[in-house]
């Protein structure tokens, strides 16, 4: 069964702080997704990682996959409070549709 | 582009009754994905649908069931409710499969009392 840790469980900073959030699995996956979710609203997705050692910017997020494709991190500079929210990674695999997600993040930025 | 509706957004409903809940992907997307989401538990795979065909089935009883139309449109269905399923439910539409991610709906809040 393939499974994504993520860490940490909950994550309460101030504004202007950086920090990082990590997705460990034993497994190897295909490709590696972020989504962020409000409270009542769906995942919105942030970024797909498809290759070993990957690293993708958005803007003040940067988003890294592992070389051996089983783990990814998200790093966030300068955390402003609309970047509070729910961030969840999933894996997906060549032979399945659907995709494995970690139990998420809950960031709370405060100004 | 009208992104991923998801009808009703909440719905109450009493302990051994059964719900219908309804999804309409973005136009264009021919695989639905429904995912059950709780506090506890996180995302939890429910199945998915391509092209009115049953592709993928997560570990759910039997009570969990769904279709898809020929217009891609989905439904899931739960019967004789427990208090357990109260969750938040979700619809995730695609082209073809979640590789390069999906598009969520807002969900369905179901409670069960």
């Known amino acids: 069964t393939q499974l994504l840790e993520q860490s940490p469980q909950f994550l309460s900073i101030q504004e202007g702080e950086n920090l990082t959030v990590y997705c460990n699995s034993s497994s190897v996956f295909s490709s590696l997704q972020w989504y962020r979710q409000e409270p009542g609203e769906g995942p919105v997705l942030l970024v797909t990682?498809?290759?070993?050692?990957e690293v993708k910017k958005l803007k003040r997020l940067t988003f890294q996959f592992g070389d051996a494709r089983k783990d990814s991190s998200l790093h966030i500079t300068a955390a402003q409070p609309g970047d509070t929210g729910l961030y969840l990674c999933a894996g997906g695999s060549g032979s399945q549709g659907n995709l494995i997600f970690g139990k998420g993040t809950k960031l709370s930025v405060k100004p | 582009k009208a992104g991923v509706t998801q009808t009703p957004r909440y719905l109450i409903k009493t302990r051994g009754q059964q719900v219908t809940l309804s999804c309409s992907p973005i136009?264009?997307?021919?695989?639905v994905s429904w995912y059950q989401q709780t506090p506890g538990q996180g995302l939890q795979f429910l199945f998915e649908y391509f092209s009115e065909t049953q592709r993928n089935k997560g570990n759910f009883p039997g009570r969990f069931s769904g279709r898809q139309f020929s217009n891609s449109r989905s439904e899931m269905n739960v019967s004789t409710l427990e208090l357990g399923d109260s969750a938040l439910y979700l619809c995730?539409?695609?082209?073809?499969?979640?590789?390069?991610?999906?598009?969520f709906g807002s969900g369905t809040r179901l409670t069960v009392v």
């Open positions: 990682v498809v290759t070993g050692g």
């Open positions: 995730a539409s695609s082209t073809g499969t979640g590789y390069y991610g999906y598009t």
């Open positions: 136009s264009g997307h021919r695989s």
